[in-house]
T-cell receptor, first 116, second 108 residues
Framework: DTEVTQTPKHLVMGMTNKKSLKCEQH?????MYWYKQKAKKPPELMFV???????INESVPSRFSPECPNSSLLNLHLHALQPEDSALYLC???????????????FGPGTRLTVL | GQQVMQIPQYQHVQEGEDFTTYCNSS?????IQWYKQRPGGHPVFLIQ?????EVKKQKRLTFQFGEAKKNSSLHITATQTTDVGTYFC????????FGTGTSLTVIP
């Protein structure tokens, strides 16, 4: 199984809502990532989990809260978002985050989020 | 700080023509990766280059890493409509970064 799955595929939420994005991989990867991608822009790294511990948090606002319940699952909890947070949220995984040969990242299909 | 430029931003080619995208860095890169993202899709890993002067081929795609490890290119020979998408370079610094991407349109 070389697939990263994400749910939901689409999400529309109001600024006062609380929602969660979910990501799952069964490749035994020990690194998992959240990216945000706006239209016609490259993905921007938000968070990196390595061995289920948060290793990188790229100055993301606290209204985004990541969680890694186990090595296969990654969640992104959303609360009090702003309309400018509307974007494609991509999850990715790799064997590890560093080393002599940086590993390829496998991306999920993404969750397209609209904040009203 | 490190600056990497990816050019061109957009490229329209007639089917059968060749295509090249470049990533140019102001500093030495430890490695470089290339990804393809189809319209409406997600990035898909194509290749990783780590050695100075490295050249790798995948069918019609040729990837190069410069001798100084400051630039890289992706060349597609005889483009097909299935090559449509945005091609991103990526590299590892303090974290992983993507280049700005080159959007390729292939005109049948």
């Amino acid at each position: 199984d070389t697939e990263v799955t994400q749910t939901p595929k689409h999400l529309v939420m109001g600024m006062t809502n609380k929602k969660s994005l979910k990501c799952e991989q069964h490749m035994g990867h020990r690194a998992m990532y959240w990216y945000k991608q706006k239209a016609k822009k490259p993905p921007e790294l938000m968070f990196v989990y390595s061995y289920e511990k948060l290793s990188i948090n790229e100055s993301v606002p606290s209204r985004f809260s990541p969680e890694c319940p186990n090595s296969s699952l990654l969640n992104l909890h959303l609360h009090a978002l702003q309309p400018e947070d509307s974007a494609l949220y991509l999850c990715a995984s790799s064997q590890r985050t560093s080393g002599p040969s940086y590993n390829e990242q496998f991306f999920g299909p993404g969750t397209r989020l609209t904040v009203l | 700080g490190q600056q990497v430029m990816q050019i061109p931003q957009y490229q329209h080619v007639q089917e059968g023509e060749d295509f090249t995208t470049y990533c140019n860095s102001s500093t030495t890169l430890s490695n470089i990766q290339w990804y393809k993202q189809r319209p409406g899709g997600h990035p898909v890993f194509l290749i990783q280059l780590v050695k100075s002067g490295e050249v790798k081929k995948q069918k019609r795609l040729t990837f190069q890493f410069g001798e100084a490890k400051k630039n890289s290119s992706l060349h597609i020979t005889a483009t097909q409509t299935t090559d449509v998408g945005t091609y991103f370079c990526g590299w590892t610094g303090n974290q992983f970064y993507f280049g700005t991407g080159t959007s390729l349109t292939v005109i049948p």
